[in-house]
Structure formats: C-alpha cells, structure tokens
C-alpha cells in the first residue's frame, strides 16, 4: 500500500469511528477542509507530520494512535 492511500484509510477510519464528516474532522483539527480531501481523494502524494498531529487534536488521539494501523507497519508500505 503506498502511503497516501495509507493516509486516505486512516482518515476515512477515524471519521467512522468518531462519527465526524471530513469537515468536521478539518474543523475540530484546525486544519483546511481542502486540505482533508486532497489526502482522502489522494491527490498529494504525502502528508507533513504537523498536519497529521493538528489532526490528531481532533478526536483528541496520538500520533502512536493514529500510526497504530497494520497497514503503516514496515514492509506494508511502498514507494
């Protein structure tokens, strides 16, 4: 898996999980709502680590947390 499609699956999972649109979790965030659906839509090809911790804010996790899925383990993403 590459990791923008990593990035759009955390995403998309902690919208579920929280119950929050991409919007709200931007808002809660602090981050652009564009900035969400570019990820999620994958149309950048990575994310800066400051944006993810802004997102993490949101539902109040870790970056540990938000890293924790089995598809960000090494050997399961590729170039």
């Known amino acids: 898996m ?4 990593a990035l759009s699956l955390r995403l998309k999972e902690l919208c579920r999980q929280y119950g929050l649109t991409a919007h709200g979790l931007a808002i809660k965030g602090g981050v652009a709502s564009s900035t969400i659906g570019n990820i999620i839509k994958m149309r950048c090809s ?3 680590l400051k ?5 993490c804010d949101g539902p109040d996790i870790s970056l540990r947390e938000f890293f924790s899925a089995e ?3 090494k050997g399961n993403l590729e170039d």
């Open 2 to 5: 590459k990791l923008n499609e």
């Open 46 to 48: 990575s994310a800066q």
């Open 51 to 55: 944006f993810i911790a802004a997102v």
């Open 71 to 73: 598809y960000f383990e």
